[in-house]
């Protein structure tokens, strides 16, 4: 069930979880507004191979991937300037990095709405940005 | 006061008065010499051999001096000096002698050039060698050095002068003729004189300590040069020099001193500053300014008057206007060539050439009119100074004076302001002279007073320094003079004795009286006019009718033309006029002026009218007098019996009486002075015009009870000749009498053996008179004597004791004064030892108490009259103390001691006892001070307690506690902190803290703490640092520090309190790290089981389906959940997880395990493993081996490779179960174990659809280091 509407239609997503179950969630809600999603992926090596060799247009990390905190890929994407959402079960609670710290943030659980939201305002103000200036 | 013009004296030499002074033979000479110079050089010799010798070469050498006249020849004298004086001053002009002016080279006469005459003594060698460092080397003057030398060395003064100039500089050889801009120097035991440019050496003439090698040379200087001899005084002792600045000056030269306070021996500047001669007293480095001042002056060079007189602008009258309007004395009686030459002298001092510009500086510099003045004055003292006006004196008082003295009267002369009493001496030798020239003895007495007694000492004494007198004839000096051993002179006591010195102020004490002479000579032209007034008219006064006023030469009477007659205008000799007035009759007159005027009073009374008309009618005439023959009251017709005399008026009865009355008037009176009541005689010869005898009644009036002296003379005509009672009666006489009327001749005869026989009598009463009086005299004069002698000695004597009492009254003030600071002192101490309240006791040497304060009181029963009684006899109000044995310790060893004391009170007190200490270091008793210390101990008691009580404390508690200096080092520190720096005590205090423990308090969170916080906030508290050492673990602290502030005695402390929280720390962080790890795994399985639901929902076909599936899945989960807490989330066997995982699927047996070794397994892996087994065997279940009632699932794995290359193959295998179909769709389940190997295990699995069964096969890494790692914030690095 696609939403054709979404504004998410069509981007690339990368998702990075090291849960299967939770992975397979992301990427259902995912297809679901559109997006192609890349991935997912369970570790940070995977991620920062899909990160070299793929155009992204946002990625969903979590923040602990096995036990490792995920920093080293947060670092890596904003020096690559791709947004992303940090997915976790820490709520608010401070991270291992600035880089994860200060980004957008999704808490597990979610639902629907609020991912598409959160979703939309982290990777949708660039694009729409640079649409704006393809045409 | 003597000032004159000595040396215009000598210029005018006025013919009158020292031509009558002097005998005919020296008229003569003195005629001659002014009329024919010449002739009298062949005489000099002639005239030196005469007595007058002396006399004559000293008018000679002024007769020279003033007129220039040179004369040849040497006049040998007494004293040698004044032929050198006497020789140099015949030579003193010698272009005015001809035979010496072919010889003198025009140059050379004297007064070419300046010489500059140098006197100095002790001292003067560096003084002169920086005069001659200062002097110029052209200056065009010669400088000629006179010192005293001693005559036995050979002076290196030559030596060490030439090393201070350029100029050469030679030692003086007779006759070596100076020249400018060089330098002479005196040779030892010489005497210098300079003579028309020659210096000339002579073997001096007075013994060897009476020279004069300073002054002598200055003279000569004086006469050589004139206004070009400059004389200079430098340091040195004695008074040389001083008589020959004298000539200096007057001769117009100038004199400099150097300034006394520069010298090393003032006494010689300072006399010739004293003397008045000095103008100028300079340091001897300004004194080459002021010689070349002046000598460039146009007056050196010509001191003519026409030089100011004729100036364009201002004249001399106006100098002398402005004199008489400022200074009030008038010199218009001076010779203007006198005053012009010496005001431009003044000029060139002042250093101008101008008389305008002169007259801008007198009129401005009040101190230069008086300069000015003193110098037209010369204020010089002298005997003989100014000498025509004494000549002029001698000739029109002294002389008359003594002509007119009788016999054994005194002559009586005053001088008031003698001074040093020169002026004295000299009237007194003046008299003298005359007096033996006349050959008359008379009495002398000169009262010479001055108000200051300085200068009286020095007048008694009678002393003069040689200079002073050395210019005296030879003859008076002789005559006057004793020579002492000294360079003095001593007035010889024949004069000493006529003259009296005392001290007297003319203006405010009374004056001397019934004087013959008063000299006030330069007294009134210091005085203002209304003081002059005053002083002229006690000159009036103090003189007897006909009295001399002797004034100075710029003095007058003024309009005071009515009290003085003028005898020499010239020479200011005035006479005493006006109403005669005999001070005695006077005072005689004055008494008896009261008596008739009182009688007059009172009525007349008809009794006494009748008494008097009676007496007039019938009593005889008569005369009142007293035993003086001083007439008191006239009676009745007197005239034939009394007449006054020509002359004054007198009431001297013997005077009164007419020519032969006076012998029976006398005799009666006499008889009745000797004791007779009533005495008549006859005279013999007749009164006046009567031929009548008179008789002569002489009674005693008054009784017992008004005994008065008064006699009654009454003279009665003798008519009956009748023989009187009393009467002195020969039988010879009685006979003639009898005989009387026969014969005139007997009467002739009768007459004249009366008279001779009162001849007789009367020259026996004479000669009796005579000789009591000659007794009586020479009593009197002895008494006189004595009382003179007396006198004298009370005059010393007073004046001792006038200094005495002056140095009493000095000393007096000074013990005042010191009386008073004592006092002070006393009370100063008294409040300090009162008010300070500690109980102070001062015992003398013998424990007696001298002194103490009232706290004493308090320890002792005393009393304030206690003082005195030994210490030991009091009671003492404390226990111990030994304060006797304590202070005599202190007496006898110096011992000082101290001890606390318990008082009876309770009160504690330091008893310190020391020696008692005189200022000149004496012990004369000890000192014991009681210094409340009651409040000191038990503050100290509370100190001690409160220190304990805060040590135990700080021991105690657990915390570390130190307490580090203002420079952080350790002070001290409890055993915690030595125990958290692991390190003792020894290591420890006295180091900084950041060296402590290897340095791991060098951290910069305590640096800040302590350098930067703390001295701003004075307390911190909970400041957490962490401190990291390399060999110990980690350590939290919290601390809490604190500023002690010092006091004066004791600096900054810090106080550091700290509290090991690296527990509380650790174990809170742990915490943290858990809630945090739950939230995110609780939160982490809800959205698995979100996924969980998604995903099952969008597979199922109903929810039945979905509701069974679900509730299996969520019991999976479940079920990895218990084997990950089962494991305590730490490793995990594999058969455990695969058994736990496949519980609700395991029914009898169906499923089978063949494994080799259990795996141990990381806890993250359960969750997929339970899942991936929980779908498999649900597919089983459902479609496969255990879904029918027979098949078998059997689980096998192994463990291929090892260590990190490890990795675990995995196969489940079915059989035994219904047929299996291959399905159409790889179903949910299928997919999700394949991908979740791979995902999740990072495997690699596969399901096969195998005929006789299903079978998954998985191969996926065994991780070895599955360590568990939060993923919150642990730590910032």
Same mark, same amino acid.
């Given at each position: 069930? @696609?939403?054709?509407?979404?504004? !998410? #239609?069509?981007? *690339?997503?990368?998702?990075? $979880?090291?849960? %299967? /179950?939770? &992975? ?17 992926? @369970?570790?940070?090596?995977?991620? !920062? #191979?899909?990160? *070299?060799?793929?155009?992204? $247009?946002?990625? %969903? /990390?979590? &923040? ?35 880089? %994860?710290?200060? &980004? ?32 | ?279 100028l007293v300079l340091t001897a480095e300004m004194m080459p300014d002021a010689l070349r001042r002046y000598v460039d002056h146009s007056y050196v060079e010509s001191p003519k008057p026409e030089v100011i007189a004729t100036g364009p602008g201002a004249e001399l009258g106006d100098v002398l206007a402005l004199l008489r309007t400022r200074g009030g004395h008038d010199f218009g009686a001076y010779k203007p060539n006198t005053l012009s030459r010496r005001t431009h002298r003044r000029m060139s001092l002042a250093g101008v050439e101008q008389l305008d510009d002169y007259m801008a500086i007198l009129d401005r510099t009040p101190g230069e009119v008086t300069a000015l003045t ?359 006489a009685a006979a003639l009498q009898g005989r009387a009327e026969r014969s005139a001749e007997r009467d002739f005869q009768e007459e004249l053996n009366t008279t001779r026989d009162e001849l007789r009598d009367t020259i026996e009463q004479f000669e009796t008179t005579n000789e009591e009086l000659t007794a009586a005299n020479e009593e009197v004069t002895s008494i006189n004597e004595e009382l003179q002698s007396t006198n004298e000695e009370l005059e010393s004597s007073k004046e001792e004791l006038q200094s005495l009492n002056e140095e009493l009254n000095t000393v007096n003030s000074q013990l005042e004064r010191k009386v008073a600071e004592l006092e002070d002192a006393g ?451």
């Amino acid at each position: 069930m @696609p939403k054709a509407s979404s504004r !998410l #239609a069509g981007l *690339r997503v990368l998702v990075v $979880d090291d849960e %299967l /179950l939770v &992975a397979l969630h992301i990427e259902t809600l995912l297809e679901d507004l559109g997006c192609e999603v890349i991935g997912p992926v @369970p570790t940070i090596e995977k991620a !920062l #191979a899909v990160m *070299r060799d793929e155009h992204l $247009d946002g990625v %969903l /990390l979590d &923040a602990n991937l096995d036990g490792y905190s995920s920093a080293p890929v947060a670092a890596d994407l904003r020096a690559r300037g791709v947004p992303f959402v940090v997915v976790t079960g820490y709520g608010q609670l401070e991270l291992a990095s600035p880089a %994860l710290t200060d &980004a957008p943030r999704l808490s597990k659980p979610f639902n629907d709405t609020e991912f598409e939201a959160t979703l939309t305002a982290a990777f949708c103000a660039d694009r729409r940005a640079s649409t704006t200036i393809g045409q | 006061m003597t000032a004159t013009l000595a040396a215009d004296a000598a210029v005018e030499v006025r013919p009158a008065a020292p031509a009558s002074a002097f005998k005919p033979i020296e008229a003569d000479c003195i005629t001659a010499l002014r009329h024919r110079p010449k002739l009298l050089e062949s005489r000099v010799e002639h005239f030196a051999a005469t007595p007058c010798g002396a006399r004559v070469a000293d008018l000679f050498r002024r007769m020279s001096l003033a007129k220039g006249v040179g004369v040849s020849g040497k006049i040998p004298s007494r004293r040698p000096r004044t032929v050198a004086a006497a020789e140099v001053s015949a030579r003193a002009r010698p272009e005015h002698r001809k035979p010496r002016r072919d010889t003198d080279p025009a140059g050379v006469r004297g007064g070419a050039f300046p010489i500059v005459g140098i006197g100095m003594s002790a001292g003067g060698l560096e003084v002169a060698i920086a005069f001659l460092r200062a002097m110029p080397a052209d200056s065009g003057m010669g400088f000629v050095f006179v010192q005293h030398l001693d005559p036995t060395h050979e002076s290196m003064l030559a030596d060490l002068l030439a090393r201070a100039t350029t100029m050469p500089v030679s030692r003086i050889t007779d006759g070596m003729r100076v020249e400018p801009n060089r330098v002479y120097v005196i040779v030892p035991a010489k005497t210098l004189v300079i003579e028309h440019g020659l210096l000339r050496l002579t073997e001096p003439t007075e013994p060897r300590g009476q020279r004069h090698p300073i002054d002598a040379f200055f003279s000569a200087l004086a006469m050589d040069r004139t206004t070009k001899a400059i004389a200079v005084i430098l340091s040195g002792a004695g008074s040389n020099g001083t008589a020959g600045l004298q000539d200096i000056k007057q001769f117009g030269g100038m004199c400099i001193a150097q300034d006394p306070k520069t010298a090393k021996f003032d006494s010689m500047p300072r006399h010739a500053i004293n003397s008045g001669a000095i103008d100028l007293v300079l340091t001897a480095e300004m004194m080459p300014d002021a010689l070349r001042r002046y000598v460039d002056h146009s007056y050196v060079e010509s001191p003519k008057p026409e030089v100011i007189a004729t100036g364009p602008g201002a004249e001399l009258g106006d100098v002398l206007a402005l004199l008489r309007t400022r200074g009030g004395h008038d010199f218009g009686a001076y010779k203007p060539n006198t005053l012009s030459r010496r005001t431009h002298r003044r000029m060139s001092l002042a250093g101008v050439e101008q008389l305008d510009d002169y007259m801008a500086i007198l009129d401005r510099t009040p101190g230069e009119v008086t300069a000015l003045t003193r110098d037209l004055l010369i204020n010089v003292t002298g005997f003989f100074r100014d000498p025509e006006a004494w000549d002029a004196l001698d000739m029109e008082v002294i002389t008359p004076l003594v002509e007119k003295v009788e016999p054994d009267q005194s002559i009586r002369a005053w001088v008031p302001a003698c001074s040093t009493g020169e002026e004295a001496y000299t009237i007194a030798m003046l008299l003298h002279e005359r007096g033996e020239a006349a050959g008359k003895r008379f009495g002398v007495k000169i009262f010479a007073t001055d108000p200051a007694e300085h200068n009286l000492g020095r007048a008694r004494k009678g002393e003069f320094p040689a200079s002073m007198v050395e210019s005296l004839p030879a003859g008076r000096l002789a005559r006057f003079f004793d020579k002492g051993d000294d360079d003095y002179y001593r007035i010889k006591p024949k004069i000493r004795e006529t003259v009296m010195f005392a001290p007297q102020n003319l203006l405010t004490d009374p004056p001397y009286s019934r004087m013959d002479l008063v000299s006030c000579r330069n007294l009134l032209i210091y005085l203002e006019p209304d003081a002059q007034e005053r002083v002229l008219s006690l000159a009036h006064f103090a003189l007897r009718e006909g009295g001399y006023l002797f004034l100075g030469n710029a003095e007058t009477i003024g309009q005071r033309g009515h009290l003085f007659s003028t005898v020499s205008k010239r020479w200011r000799i005035y006479r005493r006029a006006g109403p005669a007035r005999s001070p005695t009759l006077d005072v005689r007159a004055w008494s008896l002026r009261d008596a008739p005027t009182a009688s007059s009073k009172a009525a007349p009374k008809i009794a006494e009218i009748a008494l008097r008309s009676l007496a007039e009618r019938f009593a005889p005439a008569s005369v009142l007098i007293d035993p003086n023959f001083h007439v008191l009251h006239f009676h009745g017709l007197t005239e034939d019996y009394l007449s006054q005399p020509a002359g004054a008026p007198t009431l001297d009865l013997l005077s009164l009486t007419r020519e032969g009355l006076r012998l029976p008037v006398r005799g009666a009176v006499r008889k009745v002075i000797e004791g007779a009541r009533s005495v008549t005689l006859r005279s013999n010869a007749k009164g006046g015009a009567k031929t009548d005898r008179v008789l002569v009644t002489a009674s005693a009036l008054g009784d017992a009870r008004n005994a008065s002296d008064l006699i009654l003379v009454s003279f009665a005509k003798d008519q009956g000749a009748a023989p009187v009672k009393g009467l002195r009666r020969t039988p010879r006489a009685a006979a003639l009498q009898g005989r009387a009327e026969r014969s005139a001749e007997r009467d002739f005869q009768e007459e004249l053996n009366t008279t001779r026989d009162e001849l007789r009598d009367t020259i026996e009463q004479f000669e009796t008179t005579n000789e009591e009086l000659t007794a009586a005299n020479e009593e009197v004069t002895s008494i006189n004597e004595e009382l003179q002698s007396t006198n004298e000695e009370l005059e010393s004597s007073k004046e001792e004791l006038q200094s005495l009492n002056e140095e009493l009254n000095t000393v007096n003030s000074q013990l005042e004064r010191k009386v008073a600071e004592l006092e002070d002192a006393g009370d100063d101490l008294r409040n300090l030892l009162t008010g300070s309240e500690i109980a102070t006791i001062f015992l003398d040497v013998r424990m007696r108490i001298k002194w103490f304060t009232p706290a004493v009181k308090s320890l002792f029963d005393l009393i304030d009259k206690d003082v005195g009684r030994p210490i030991g006899n009091f009671t003492q109000k404390f226990t111990n103390g030994g304060l006797v044995e304590k202070a005599q310790a202190a007496i006898d060893r110096l011992e000082t001691s101290e001890e606390d004391i318990l008082a009876d009170t309770g009160q504690r007190y330091l008893l310190r006892v020391l020696p008692y200490r005189t200022g000149d270091n004496r012990i004369a008793g000890a000192v014991a001070t009681f210094i409340d210390i009651t409040d000191l101990k038990a503050t100290q008691a509370q100190i001690a307690d409160a220190r304990d009580y805060a040590e135990a404390i700080v021991e105690t508690i657990r915390d570390p506690l130190v307490v580090l200096t203002a420079d952080l080092r350790v002070q001290s520190a409890n055993a915690a902190f030595y125990a958290l720096l692991e390190a003792g005590r020894a290591k420890t205090v006295g180091q900084r803290i950041y060296e402590l423990g290897g340095g791991k308090w060098n951290i910069p969170q305590l640096r800040l703490l302590l350098e930067e916080m703390l001295p701003l906030q004075h307390q911190i508290s909970d400041f957490e640092v962490e401190l990291a050492a390399p060999r110990s673990e980690r350590r939290w602290l919290t601390l809490n520090a604190r500023r002690i502030e010092g006091g004066q005695n004791r600096p900054d402390l810090i106080l550091l309190a700290m509290e090991d929280i690296s527990a509380r720390k650790d174990s809170s962080h742990h915490q943290d790290i858990l809630i945090g790890e739950l939230s995110h795994r609780v939160k982490n399985t809800l959205t698995v089981v979100q996924s969980l639901a998604t995903q099952t929902l969008r597979r199922s076909p109903s929810l039945e389906v979905f509701g069974e599936a679900f509730q299996g899945r969520l019991q999976a989960l479940g079920r990895a959940h218990d084997t990950i807490i089962e494991g305590n989330w730490r490793g995990i066997g594999l058969r455990d997880l695969v058994e736990q995982a496949l519980k609700p699927f395991q029914s009898a047996d169906r499923i089978a395990y063949r494994q080799s070794v259990d795996v141990e397994l990381q806890p993250q892996l359960s969750l997929a493993l339970t899942m991936i087994l929980h779908e498999l065997a649900t597919n089983a279940v459902k479609y496969g081996a255990l879904s029918g009632a027979v098949g078998q699932v059997v689980i096998s794995w192994r463990l291929e490779g090892a260590g990190a290359a490890a990795r675990v193959a995995f196969d489940w295998t079915e059989r035994g179960g219904p047929v299996v179909k291959r399905p159409t769709h790889r179903g949910h389940g299928v997919n999700f174990v394949e991908r979740s190997v791979a995902y999740d295990l990072n495997g690699e699995g596969k399901v096969e659809f195998a005929a006789e069964g299903v079978k998954a096969v998985m191969c996926f890494p065994l991780p070895t280091a599955g360590i568990f790692t939060p993923a919150t914030v642990e730590e910032s690095d």
